[in-house]
């Protein structure tokens, strides 16, 4: 599917839009990363990645892995706008025997492509899927996001010296860089600097684009396709919050949903937009 | 009915055999393994089908990731390693990658056990059944000698969903010369009224050992080999519980949370017997070799012998 710049900035409009929606009826989730990570998204399914939602296991799809799984509320969002199912599905987000589990669930909605949640593991899961591409002899593609806090865990650097080590150039790591992890910054509760040095040592391409810059992402994601013999990541950088004045580079909302008067302001904002 | 002696043979050896078999029969099948495939015996799959076996490194947790990646797209995936790393390095990996969303992953951890020997503590899994069968979803086998562990794996094979099977590091004396396996069904390998010896791994033979000498003092012990510890057989265990009314557990593993642990769970609920567990105490082992260690840990057939004298 491939949208125009201002109709992929539309459709991520609507992804925060329902991602916040969902978290302010539940009063749970993660709204924070949930709009860093949204143009990102936006442009994957918008532009980049090949699906056919009516069918979901089509063999040749391009995969999908958020590895940061607490921005799931995103993630339900752009699988609804792209046809995976109806937006009404995205209700009783983190209610008792809803699909919209707080994490992703692969079991509970089409579309998911691997049960996240806790951090550095879908890295791990998305090589695996570049491997079986290459074993199969397929052309899929395999997108993952990961986070910039989430790369103080060790598996991510695993994963990273196996995608390295078999040249995955079918494999496109995307870090949602917002600087900002649950208990603050991450420069200074752990600082994962060098960024671009240590990716290039684990011998990945390396791009940097902004976050929220739908030409940009387009963009990288082209160049990366392009790479042979190596796989890439695009380092993103984006803003925590982004979209919600209140949110932005407030590390409280990392994992806290809005309330009372913010929740009306925060839907406002992103309606207006 | 004195035990036939059928030889010995190495389990490791059996699933790396089965391995390449179901290799050759299963173009789906991919193998895993984090730099161990020498003594996990999948160096085998990997020389005959080098562009399906995938060589992790010493990463433990990110194979078992690469495996669950692998099977989302239809692949039967074998991934080993020593199970001390397969059930304790790589829990969380085994627990949210793969039994959480049910992927077709089958963890084959070798060395379980003390007998893993000089290697000493660290090398020895003796808490890998207890926090494994704790897993939603997981399927969890010990197999007792080489002949059902080439049973094992085919069926693990064939079975959709993860499952974890758990081998020792030495030969062990065959107890089967042929077997009808079932996941989750025990099998009666002697019948007898007067004391149940439930059994895992290595020692199901010592429980056999046992039986015979208990015999001669007409103590008629059923011997029945709990291979399957997840889903376990709680209709054999009950039924025979009921018959003989005494109960003693076998296992190369910590009398906590294993085997002892799951007969006892599904004992005390519907019929509590008077049961004694043998297995290693709430402690460490140390380097040895195999047999030194099974004399001074407790798990001998003597050992066995000595219990049941103690319960009866």
Same mark, same amino acid.
């Given at each position: 599917m491939k949208l125009s710049v201002k109709e992929i900035e539309a459709k991520a409009k609507q992804i925060r839009y329902s991602a916040i929606e969902m978290i302010c009826e539940a009063a749970s989730g993660h709204p924070g990363g949930s709009l860093s990570v949204s143009d990102i998204l936006a442009v994957l399914y918008f532009h980049t990645m090949n699906y056919k939602p009516d069918r979901p296991e089509w063999i040749e799809r391009d995969r999908f892995v958020l590895s940061k799984g607490h921005a799931a509320p995103a993630l339900y969002s752009v699988l609804a706008h792209a046809g995976f199912y109806s937006t009404k599905i995205l209700k009783n987000l983190r209610q008792v025997g809803s699909p919209l589990q707080g994490h992703p669930d692969m079991m509970a909605l089409p579309g998911i492509e691997m049960s996240t949640g806790s951090l550095g593991q879908g890295l791990s899961a998305a090589v695996g899927i570049a491997l079986a591409a290459r074993i199969d002899s397929l052309k899929y593609r395999?997108?993952?996001?990961?986070?910039?806090? +989430?790369?103080? +865990?060790?598996?991510?650097? +695993?994963?990273?010296?196996s995608a390295g080590h078999h040249k995955l150039d079918n494999l496109c790591v995307i870090m949602d860089h917002n600087n900002l992890q649950i208990d603050g910054k991450v420069e200074e509760i752990k600082t994962i600097s060098p960024i671009a040095d240590k990716w290039k040592a684990f011998n990945f391409n390396v791009i940097s684009a902004d976050g929220h810059n739908i030409k940009a992402l387009i963009d990288a994601f082209d160049k990366a396709e392009k790479q042979k013999g190596k796989p890439t990541i695009i380092i993103a950088d984006t803003v925590k919050g982004k979209g919600v004045s209140f949110m932005e580079n407030v590390n409280k909302f990392h994992g806290s949903a809005p309330t009372g008067e913010q929740i009306t302001c925060a839907l406002g904002e992103l309606k207006c937009q | 009915?004195?035990?036939?002696?059928?030889?010995?043979?190495?389990?490791?050896?059996?699933?790396?055999?089965?391995?390449?078999?179901?290799?050759?029969?299963?173009?789906?099948?991919?193998?895993?393994?984090?730099?161990?495939?020498?003594?996990?015996?999948?160096?085998?799959?990997?020389?005959?089908?080098?562009?399906?076996?995938?060589?992790?490194?010493?990463?433990?947790?990110?194979?078992?990731?690469?495996?669950?990646?692998?099977?989302?797209?239809?692949?039967i995936v074998f991934a080993s390693t020593f199970s001390c790393f397969a059930s304790g390095r790589a829990w969380e990996q085994v627990r949210v990658s793969v039994a959480y969303p049910r992927l077709n992953v089958k963890i084959v951890a070798t060395h379980g056990g003390i007998t893993t020997g000089e290697d000493g503590a660290t090398h020895q899994a003796i808490e890998d059944l207890a926090i494994i069968r704790v897993i939603p979803n997981m399927t969890l086998i010990v197999p007792s000698d080489a002949v059902l562990t080439d049973k094992a794996v085919r069926a693990a094979a064939a079975y959709h969903g993860p499952v974890?099977?758990?081998?020792?590091?030495?030969?062990?004396?065959?107890?089967?010369?042929?077997?009808?396996?079932?996941?989750?069904?025990?099998?009666?390998?002697?019948?007898?009224?007067?004391?149940?010896?439930?059994?895992?791994?290595?020692?199901?033979?010592?429980?056999?050992?046992?039986?015979?000498?208990?015999?001669?003092?007409?103590?008629?012990?059923?011997?029945?080999?709990?291979?399957?510890?997840?889903?376990?057989?709680?209709?054999?265990?009950?039924?025979?519980?009921?018959?003989?009314?005494?109960?003693?557990?076998?296992?190369?593993?910590?009398?906590?949370?294993?085997?002892?642990?799951?007969?006892?769970?599904?004992?005390?609920?519907?019929?509590?017997?008077?049961?004694?567990?043998?297995?290693?105490?709430?402690?460490?082992?140390?380097?040895?070799?195999?047999?030194?260690?099974?004399?001074?840990?407790?798990?001998?057939?003597?050992?066995?012998?000595?219990t049941a004298k103690q319960i009866l």
């Open positions: 395999v997108y993952c996001v990961i986070g910039d806090g +989430e790369s103080q +865990e060790g598996q991510i650097w +695993e994963a990273a010296m | 009915m004195p035990i036939k002696d059928l030889g010995s043979a190495a389990p490791r050896e059996a699933y790396g055999k089965a391995l390449v078999e179901l290799g050759r029969e299963n173009p789906n099948i991919v193998v895993l393994d984090a730099d161990l495939s020498c003594s996990t015996k999948t160096s085998l799959f990997a020389k005959e089908f080098p562009k399906r076996f995938i060589n992790a490194g010493v990463a433990e947790q990110d194979m078992i990731g690469m495996a669950a990646g692998l099977a989302t797209t239809g692949k974890f099977i758990r081998l020792p590091r030495a030969g062990t004396p065959t107890v089967y010369e042929n077997c009808d396996f079932k996941i989750g069904k025990a099998n009666v390998l002697r019948e007898g009224k007067d004391l149940s010896i439930f059994a895992c791994g290595i020692m199901v033979y010592a429980s056999l050992v046992a039986a015979e000498e208990l015999q001669k003092e007409n103590i008629s012990a059923e011997v029945i080999d709990i291979h399957t510890l997840k889903p376990l057989d709680k209709e054999a265990i009950i039924k025979s519980a009921k018959k003989t009314g005494k109960v003693i557990t076998a296992e190369e593993h910590s009398i906590i949370g294993g085997l002892g642990g799951a007969v006892a769970e599904t004992l005390s609920e519907n019929c509590p017997t008077r049961m004694a567990r043998i297995g290693t105490r709430d402690m460490f082992a140390e380097s040895g070799k195999a047999p030194d260690l099974l004399i001074k840990y407790g798990l001998t057939a003597k050992d066995i012998i000595k």
